[in-house]
C-alpha cells in the first residue's frame, strides 16, 4: 500500500507543479492588448500592488458587490490558510529551527477548528450554486464536483480531528510524509479514514491544473485587477503589437 501511495503522490506532485507551470506561463505570454483595468482603478504601480494585496487578502471587490457571499467565501479561504499551517508540521521535520513555530498549541489549535470553519463556508457557496437561480443557471457540474470535492476532504480532515482520533496513526502519517520527501518511504497509516483523506487530497492535486481553481494564480494576470489606469497619460501597446510595429 505505502508503495502504491508513493508513486501516486509523486506523480500527482509533478502533475501538479508541471501543470500550474504551464498554465501560469500561457497566462503569462496571453496578450493584453487593451487597457481595461476596472474602475476606479489606481493610476500608479504601486497603487495596483496595494489593490492586488487587497484582493487577494481581503477580496474587496466581492465584499463591495455581495456581502454574504464574501462572508462565505473569505472564511472559507482563512480555514485554507489554517489549515495550511497546521498540515505543515507533516512536512517539515521535527529538528528543524521552523518547527517550534508551526507545532505550537495556536496553530494547532486554530487548523483544527479551522476544519469547522472551512465547512460553514463551503455550505454556504454550495447553497449559493443551488438556490440562487442566476447562479445555478451557469453552474456546471464541475463547479459541484470541485465544492464537493472539497467539502469530502474538509470533513475526512474534521472526523480524524475530533471524532476517530487515533495518534498512533498521525505520527505514521508523519514519518509516511517525512519519507516521501527524504526517499526514505514508510509505511502508510493503517486508518482506512486518513486513507480515504489522502485519497481524496491526491484526486484535488491531480485535478487542480484543469479546474477552475485556477483562479489562486490567475487572479494575478487579470488585466482588469493588475493595469494601471493611465490611458491618456501613457499609449498602452502590447508586447506582440510592438514587434509589429517595429518591424521584427
Known sequence: MHVLFGILFYAAFLLLVVGLFVKIKQYAQTPAPLKIPTTPAPVTKLGVVWRMITEVVLFNSLWKSNKWIWIFGW????????????H??????????IYPLINNWLVL???????????FG?????GRRLLVDRVRYISSPSDFAMLLLIMSIAVTGVLVSFVFKDASAVIQLKAFVIGLITVNWQPVPDNGLIITHLSLVLTLMVIFPVSKLLHAPGVFFSP???QVDNPREQRHVAPWARKLESGN
Do not use: C, E, Q
Open 109 to 119: 489549535t486554530a487548523g483544527k477548528y479551522g476544519g469547522w470553519i472551512m465547512l
Open 122 to 126: 463551503l455550505t454556504g457557496l454550495f
Open 88 to 97: 505543515l508540521r507533516y512536512v517539515v521535520p521535527s529538528d528543524w529551527f
Open 224 to 226: 482588469s485587477r493588475n
Open 75 to 86: 472564511l472559507f479561504h482563512l480555514a485554507l490558510l489554517l489549515a495550511f499551517f497546521r
